[in-house]
Antibody, heavy 123, light 113 residues
């Protein structure tokens, strides 16, 4: 079964860029059955869908974040990544990477999740 | 964006009793081409990622106990835990995957009375 693992800095300064990578194991990121996505959760709060990517590189973003995010895929290393620019304290959250069982363009339910990584935005 | 509103925000249920969580969608998440509602339910325990319980509103994920069930009526969805167990203490979220951005309900916290 799939396993996903987030990696990246746990502390980012305001106005800088948050960069996270998700490594997928137990299956190929080139599977046409999945999209690959990022979801975040501010401490003690609810879940926010950030965006998703297909292995071909086609991306789908939350319009509320679209101007600041880039999601990319590295099929040779079975990884996908998130960059969030110009961060503020409001971007402090646990960031999860997930698969999305493809049910429509860029969309799907998530049956496998990484453990999540807390990213704190602070000077 | 599709807004999902869960009720209640929290509930306390005795062990062995039924717990019911509602999720109301601001618009239809039903796709006529496959006759399905694009709605999932997740369970999140403290310090853990969410766990998929149900998809297509009522299809149980593999390994999920059959005390968890889902139902639908138009834009209203219900997650029912038929006989609450201690390990079911968690926050439960509904999610629509009908349109982008995918959105979640605000969560319902389930505790033992």
């Amino acid at each position: 079964q799939l396993q996903l693992q987030e990696s990246g800095p746990g502390l980012v300064k305001p106005s800088e860029t948050l960069s996270l990578t998700c490594t997928v194991s137990g299956g190929s990121i080139k599977s046409g059955s999945y999209y690959w996505g990022w979801i975040r959760q501010p401490p003690g709060k609810g879940l926010e869908w950030i965006g998703s990517i297909f292995y071909s590189g086609t991306t789908y973003y939350n319009p509320s974040l679209e101007s600041r995010i880039t999601i990319s895929v590295d099929t040779s290393n079975n990884q996908f990544s998130l960059k969030l620019r110009s961060v503020t304290a409001a971007d402090t959250a646990i960031y999860y990477c997930t698969d999305l069982v493809a049910t429509g363009t860029g969309r799907g339910y998530s049956d496998f999740w990484g453990q999540g990584t807390l990213v704190t935005v602070s000077s | 964006d599709i807004v999902l509103t869960q009720s209640p925000d929290s509930l306390a249920v005795s062990l062995g009793e039924r717990a019911t969580i509602n999720c109301k969608s601001s618009q239809s998440v039903f796709y006529s081409s496959n006759n399905k509602n694009f709605l999932a339910w997740y369970q999140q325990k403290p310090g853990q990622p969410p766990k998929l319980l149900l998809y297509w509103a009522s299809t149980r994920e593999s390994g999920v106990p059959d005390r968890f069930s889902g139902s639908e009526s138009g834009t209203d969805f219900t997650l029912t835990i038929s006989s609450l167990q201690a390990e079911d203490v968690a926050v439960y979220y509904c999610q629509q995957y009908y349109s982008i951005p995918q959105t979640f309900g605000q969560g319902t916290k389930v505790e033992i009375k």
